[in-house]
């Protein structure tokens, strides 16, 4: 797999320079585009949607819409929010999709939305961890990711571009086509909504 | 893009958001360390490349031929419109016209009935008669 460092840069980042190869058809370039990117997306989507094979259906879906608009990339316009941008509408797509099938009584598969985890089963699975404290990471890998899913789905979007691609609020907010001061209340109420779900864990781990 | 009412209830400053995402998690960010990154299989990448190209392929018509569908189409289309518009719009058959057509039959069979003359030569045909000038006219005496 091809680094960031080893890809030629001609005044711009590596992704964007990559970008602008694959917009003039190099079929190369793309294959470098997916290799560096597909890792971070699928992260992403797994614990944007809890499943990791609709987590890699999702990376695809993102790579197609990548190709397809190739030609509209524009250098001026980082390939990072680009790409942010592109995986926040195929979240919204899978949303709404989740939604649509719900109002007509289908069953929804994957979606971390149709989880119905709450605060309390959360709370009683943390607690469960607490005697022993001898928790490892596997259990409270478990209980962050039971957390996250009772987030809504920007919430935890907002949260995961903060966390796993160092977004700041300016580009969060233009991934997800909302202002700064929304972001910023976005992962407000995450972190109050995560503290309150992580809280017997937490308490547990520090006493 | 859709936007939760409850995202924009809160009035979110500065100061209660932090200078970044990072400290506006605070204690919670920490603890979002334990979420692993995953790893897509190594035959990830290949199966991607098939997918999008496969996708491409099906979905990429090149504008030429594009336009070539789009032309034939119309051409099509316009044919099957006019060839719908005439059915409906076409006049109904005229009794006065079948009437009219069955007293030309009739006739033209008469003339078939009717027995032919032999041919003769070309130069057997009477002459008709020349029209020149006249020769002056005898003028009478009146009667007495």
Known sequence: ?207 | MTRSSGDHDLNVSAADGGDDPASALGDVWLALDALPRSAAPPSATASTIEIVALSARRHALSPSTRSWLAAVGLVVGAFLGGAAIGRLTAPGVDPGVLEQIDLLRERLERLDRQPRLPPRPFNEWERPPRRGPQPPREIQPPPR
Not at chain 1, 20 to 29: I, P, S
Not at chain 1, 59 to 66: E, G, K, L, P, S
Not at chain 1, 83 to 90: M, Y
């Open chain 1, 1 to 207: 797999m091809p680094s960031e460092s080893t890809v030629k840069v001609s005044g711009f980042d590596p992704s964007t320079a990559l970008m602008v190869r694959v917009r003039e058809g190099d079929a190369e370039a793309f294959e470098e585009l997916v290799a560096l990117w597909q890792d971070r997306l699928i992260t992403l989507f797994l614990h944007h949607t809890g499943d990791h094979s609709t987590a890699e259906d999702l990376t695809q879906d993102v790579f197609m819409r990548v190709y397809r608009a190739r030609a509209t990339y524009t250098p001026s316009a980082k390939f990072t929010t680009w790409i942010h941008t592109i995986a926040n509408n195929v979240a919204s797509d899978l949303r709404q999709r989740a939604y649509r099938r719900k109002e007509r009584g289908m069953p929804v598969n994957g979606s971390a939305s149709s989880s119905g985890i709450g605060l309390d089963q959360i709370a009683v699975a943390a607690s469960g961890l607490l005697p022993a404290r001898l928790a490892g990471r596997t259990e409270l890998q478990a209980v962050v990711q039971q957390a996250m899913l009772t987030l809504n789905d920007r919430q935890r979007m907002a949260v995961l571009l903060a966390k796993f691609e160092q977004c700041s609020y300016e580009e969060i907010a233009a991934a997800m086509g909302i202002s700064v001061p929304a972001v910023k209340s976005l992962l407000f109420r995450a972190r109050d909504q995560l503290r309150e779900a992580l809280t017997a864990y937490m308490d547990g781990g520090t006493s």
